[in-house]
């Protein structure tokens, strides 16, 4: 059984930044994700990185504001979102997946565990 918790969501102005973390205990993890669900929509691929650390997938929407990175020693994976926007107001959650290739990362059926998320909060 692999756990999954975030940290370091919160209260943000416009244009701010915020760093998200999640840690993952139990099993060893492999690729992590981040994704985003708003109340009422489908939950949405933001952000996700290979076993090593040296490959990065964003969402278009985020891509350029958004860079995740991961810490294999602490076990841990984080998102930190720049310029942020009203719109990116939503509650964010962390997965990993037990997959060695062929991995379509945007895809939330290809993550097995999930963390149960942490709330951003972007004012105008």
């Known amino acids: 059984q692999v756990q999954l918790v975030e940290s370091g969501g919160g209260l943000v102005q416009a244009g701010g930044s915020l760093r998200l973390s999640c840690t993952a205990s139990?099993?060893?993890?492999?690729?992590m994700g981040w994704f985003r669900q708003a109340p009422g929509k489908e939950r949405e691929f933001v952000a996700a990185?290979?076993?090593?650390?040296?490959?990065?997938y964003y969402a278009d929407s985020v891509k350029g504001r958004f860079t995740i990175s991961r810490d294999n020693a602490k076990n841990t994976v984080a998102l930190r979102m720049n310029s942020l926007k009203p719109e990116d107001t939503v509650v964010y959650y962390c997965a990993t997946g037990f997959k060695y290739y062929s991995i379509t990362y945007y895809r939330a059926t290809e993550y097995g565990y999930w963390g149960q998320g942490t709330k951003v909060t972007v004012s105008s």
């Open positions: 990185v290979n076993r090593r650390g040296d490959s990065t």
């Open positions: 139990g099993q060893s993890s492999y690729y």
